[in-house]
Nanobody, 114 residues
Framework: QVQLVESGGGLVQPGGSLRLSCAFS????????MGWYRQAPGKPRELVAS???????NYAASVKDRFTISRDNAKSMVYLQMNSLKPEDTAVYYC????????WGQGTQVTVSS
């Protein structure tokens, strides 16, 4: 059974940075497509970034050139480096795994405010 645990959220000022981490427990991590999604109050959950088993990446247009997704297969970890944060980046950020079945983490709150 795959379990995902996010960490690294918090309160940051506009223009600041945060690094989110997602710890994957289970087997065959390197085969999974991993992603970060976010959901702001009153809005649907949306894709932020994803990374395939071969480390190909995809980003939402709103975060491209500011956010970077990466994975460490030896540690079964996925990261989201977020730079130049804006108030509109405020949301709960969720880690997602996919290999035939989708799994979600519990989410971590990111608040960008002065």
């Amino acid at each position: 059974q795959v379990q995902l645990v996010e960490s690294g959220g918090g309160l940051v000022q506009p223009g600041g940075s945060l690094r989110l981490s997602c710890a994957f427990s289970g087997s065959a991590f390197s085969a999974y497509v991993m992603g970060w999604y976010r959901q702001a109050p009153g809005k649907p959950r949306e894709l932020v970034a994803s990374i395939t088993s071969s480390s190909s990446t995809n980003y939402a247009a709103s975060v491209k050139d500011r956010f970077t997704i990466s994975r460490d297969n030896a540690k079964s970890m996925v990261y989201l480096q977020m730079n130049s944060l804006k108030p509109e980046d405020t949301a709960v950020y969720y880690c997602r795994s996919y290999l035939g079945i989708v799994r979600w983490g519990q989410g971590t709150q990111v608040t960008v405010s002065s």
